[in-house]
């Protein structure tokens, strides 16, 4: 087995080019929804109102009620909200891995005395892949205080390409397993991370690499 002697930056530029593929990561917005472009009372399929270059069919789902105007601004409105069947959320798909992925969204609930919101209640955010989920927060207080705060909650540290979901589950009531008539609703649900998107100017590069062994191949074949 011949070996082929690399110079010292023939070296460097070869490992330089290793980092290129393992992709650049791109920080920022993946996919992002207001709610603005839907049509009022839709329920499901929600398309995003921006997507980054790798995230396909982000989509999101009230599972109940639809969008809605609430003061000049539309809204995800989930009615009779609990943790089964009446569950907002929201799926994409990952053509690359994600690293230190991010939720933020603003919630809003109204709460009546003698309704099973008065005087608060919990809701979670999980993460799912197929069947399995897992919790990303728990715990979180729905109350009048906490009506239309904003929050930012870590998702995962490392996702790799694939189809992936999140959805909120309510719990805790004062009595009885859902919201009843009162609402849940959603703004500015947001999705963030670095997108490891290889550059194309890095295949170019390998081309030349590849293309410089090949020469150094033959130069020690003839020599």
Same mark, same amino acid.
């Given at each position: 087995?011949?070996?082929?002697?690399?110079?010292?930056?023939?070296?460097?530029?070869?490992?330089?080019?290793?980092?290129?593929?393992?992709?650049?990561?791109?920080?920022?917005?993946?996919?992002?929804?207001?709610?603005?472009?839907?049509?009022?009372?839709?329920?499901?399929?929600?398309? @995003? =109102? &921006?997507?980054? /270059? %790798?995230?396909?069919?982000?989509?999101?789902?009230?599972?109940?009620?639809?969008?809605? +105007?609430? #003061?000049?601004?539309?809204?995800?409105?989930?009615?009779?909200?609990?943790?089964?069947?009446?569950?907002?959320?929201?799926?994409?798909?990952?053509?690359?891995?994600?690293?230190?992925?991010?939720?933020?969204?603003?919630?809003?609930?109204?709460?009546?005395?003698?309704?099973?919101?008065?005087?608060?209640?919990?809701?979670?955010?999980?993460?799912?892949?197929?069947?399995?989920?897992?919790?990303?927060?728990?715990?979180?207080?729905?109350?009048?205080?906490?009506?239309?705060?904003?929050?930012?909650?870590?998702? @995962? =540290? &490392?996702?790799? /390409? %694939?189809?992936?979901?999140?959805?909120?589950?309510?719990?805790?009531?004062?009595?009885? +397993?859902? #919201?009843?008539?009162?609402?849940?609703?959603?703004?500015?649900?947001?999705?963030?991370?670095?997108?490891?998107?290889?550059?194309?100017?890095?295949?170019?590069?390998?081309?030349?690499?590849?293309?410089?062994?090949?020469?150094?191949?033959?130069?020690?074949?003839?020599?």
């Amino acid at each position: 087995m011949n070996l082929i002697k690399l110079n010292t930056k023939t070296r460097l530029a070869l490992g330089a080019i290793s980092l290129l593929l393992a992709g650049a990561a791109q920080a920022g917005v993946l996919a992002s929804w207001t709610f603005q472009n839907a049509a009022n009372n839709k329920v499901s399929d929600i398309e @995003a =109102s &921006s997507t980054a /270059p %790798g995230v396909r069919k982000a989509l999101f789902n009230t599972d109940n009620n639809g969008v809605e +105007n609430w #003061s000049g601004n539309k809204l995800s409105v989930t009615r009779m909200f609990n943790s089964t069947d009446n569950t907002p959320w929201l799926s994409f798909t990952l053509d690359n891995t994600v690293e230190n992925l991010k939720l933020s969204f603003t919630h809003f609930h109204n709460h009546n005395w003698g309704f099973p919101t008065a005087p608060q209640y919990k809701f979670r955010v999980q993460l799912g892949q197929g069947n399995s989920w897992q919790s990303v927060a728990s715990d979180l207080v729905a109350s009048s205080a906490t009506s239309g705060t904003s929050l930012d909650l870590n998702v @995962a =540290s &490392s996702l790799g /390409p %694939g189809n992936y979901s999140l959805r909120w589950q309510g719990y805790g009531f004062a009595w009885g +397993n859902n #919201s009843g008539s009162e609402f849940f609703a959603l703004d500015n649900v947001t999705l963030s991370g670095s997108n490891k998107v290889p550059e194309p100017a890095s295949f170019a590069l390998v081309g030349l690499a590849l293309a410089g062994v090949a020469v150094a191949r033959r130069r020690q074949q003839r020599g």
